[in-house]
C-alpha cells in the first residue's frame, strides 16, 4: 500500500472527529511528525530514532557543570541529568539543538560527527568488584548495547 500526504491529513481528520480519549494537541503533533517524517522519506532521507540520518546531528554540553575528571558533561538521552558517557548523550537535530542552548549560555552544542571521533572508552569503577578479580563469571554491559544491565 502507498501512501500520501493526503492520507495522512485524512486520517487525522477521522481521529479527531471518532476518538475523543486522545487529545487534540497529541493528535496535532502526530499529525505534524508524520508529514515531516513522509516529507523526508520522499526526499530519500533515512531516519533512524525520528532524526535524519543524513541532517547533522548534536550533543549539548553544559558548560557550567564543569568535568568529571577530564570527561565532558552531555544532555542525558531521556532529558534527566548529564551523563560523561557519549553513548547515553541525547542527540538532537540542528534546530533543537539551536532552540535549547539560545536559552542559556552554558549550554553549548557539538556536531555529532566531530565528537563521535574523540570517543575514548574507560572502566567505570561502579562496574568492577574486587570480590570478582579472579572470577570471569560476572558479565556487565552497558546502558543502549544490552537489555541486561545491572549497575552495583
Known amino acids: 500500500m502507498i501512501i500520501d500526504?493526503?492520507?495522512?491529513?485524512?486520517?487525522?481528520?477521522?481521529?479527531?472527529?471518532?476518538?475523543?480519549?486522545?487529545?487534540?494537541e497529541t493528535l496535532d503533533?502526530?499529525?505534524e511528525?508524520?508529514?515531516?517524517?513522509?516529507?523526508?522519506?520522499?526526499?530519500?532521507?533515512?531516519?533512524?530514532n525520528?532524526?535524519?540520518?543524513?541532517?547533522?546531528?548534536?550533543?549539548?554540553?553544559?558548560?557550567?557543570?564543569g568535568y568529571v575528571g577530564n570527561s565532558v558533561l552531555w544532555w542525558k538521552h531521556d532529558d534527566c541529568g548529564y551523563?560523561?558517557?557519549?553513548?547515553?548523550?541525547?542527540?538532537w537535530n540542528k534546530e533543537d539543538a539551536e532552540e535549547q542552548c539560545k536559552a542559556s549560555d552554558e549550554?553549548?552544542?557539538?556536531?555529532?560527527?566531530?565528537?563521535?571521533?574523540?570517543v575514548q572508552h574507560h572502566i567505570d569503577m561502579q562496574t568492577i568488584d574486587a570480590?570478582?578479580?579472579h572470577s570471569g563469571a560476572k558479565q556487565y554491559s552497558y546502558p543502549n548495547t544490552n537489555p541486561t544491565i545491572k549497575k552495583r
Open 50 to 65: 525520528g532524526l535524519d540520518r543524513e541532517a547533522e546531528q548534536y550533543y549539548i554540553q553544559d558548560v557550567s557543570r
Open 5 to 24: 500526504r493526503k492520507d495522512i491529513i485524512e486520517a487525522w481528520k477521522f481521529l479527531r472527529r471518532n476518538d475523543t480519549t486522545i487529545p487534540n
Open 107 to 118: 549550554l553549548r552544542m557539538w556536531n555529532k560527527k566531530y565528537i563521535d571521533v574523540r
Open 83 to 91: 551523563v560523561c558517557d557519549i553513548r547515553l548523550a541525547r542527540v
Open 131 to 133: 570480590r570478582d578479580i
Open 33 to 48: 511528525q508524520s508529514l515531516k517524517a513522509f516529507d523526508n522519506i520522499k526526499k530519500g532521507h533515512k531516519m533512524e
Open 29 to 31: 503533533f502526530i499529525k
